[in-house]
């Protein structure tokens, strides 16, 4: 059974193996494209690194590794599994995965959701092979993996605010704020979440930080 944080959250600890992790930043960091991460998307996206910093770079879902699996099909049954258990969200397709490196000093992500609060259109579905079919649907699961040791990087953690209070932004008390367990930073953890639930990658202060983004969309919630 996954841990189920009760505040919107479910922690697969150590679902993927560290030699698949290690193998997936090597991947990552072979890419000629790393960039600084943007906020928002299309001809809106940007960089502002206030409210991110971090170094991101696409992988294929449909990458293969040594083992002859995809990362598909390393990562989505875990995930599926999640939701068929726990959020039971209509889900029909997945976008391309994002790789993310956090570095000391202070690279981060501030307060933010996943979740487009306007369906795909036209521009969006055309810069993911993945989804060009998919105008009009929703983003509705997110998730992280973790792919670095704990031991290699300080900071860094993963913290959500319960959704049902006000946006944090706000100033909301910190009683609606929560802070990823240990088993969250495990490497081949992963943090499973609704594409809405507001969430932030506090700032890594020694070391490096590599992750796995993933979003699985579907048709509007009912």
Aim: aromatic share 12%; hydrophobic share 30%; proline share 7%.
């Amino acid at each position: 059974m996954p841990s189920f944080i009760p505040e919107h959250c479910v922690i697969k600890s150590r679902a993927i193996a560290p030699e698949i992790c290690n193998e997936i930043i090597e991947i990552g960091l072979k890419q000629t494209e790393l960039s600084f991460g943007q906020i928002g998307g299309g001809k809106e996206g940007h960089e502002e690194h206030f409210t991110r910093k971090s170094g991101v770079g696409w992988i294929d879902r449909d990458a293969t590794l040594s083992d002859g699996k995809t990362l598909f099909d390393h990562i989505t049954p875990v995930v599926r599994e999640v939701n068929a258990e726990v959020f039971k969200f209509d889900l029909d397709f997945h976008e391309t995965y994002q790789f993310t490196i956090y570095k000391a000093p202070d690279e981060h992500y501030t307060w933010h959701t996943d979740g487009h609060f306007e369906p795909y259109n036209e521009e969006d579905c055309a810069n993911d092979p993945h989804i060009k079919e998919r105008v009009g649907g929703y983003r509705k699961l997110s998730y992280s993996v973790n792919l670095t040791h704990p031991d290699e990087y300080e900071g860094g953690h993963f913290e959500w605010c319960d959704p049902y209070a006000l946006n944090p932004q706000t100033g909301e008390p910190e009683k609606w704020i929560f802070r990823g367990p240990q088993s969250a930073r495990e490497q081949g953890s992963i943090i499973i979440f609704p594409s809405f639930v507001w969430h932030k990658v506090s700032p890594v202060t020694h070391g490096r930080r590599h992750s796995l983004v993933g979003w699985i969309a579907g048709p509007t919630f009912r």
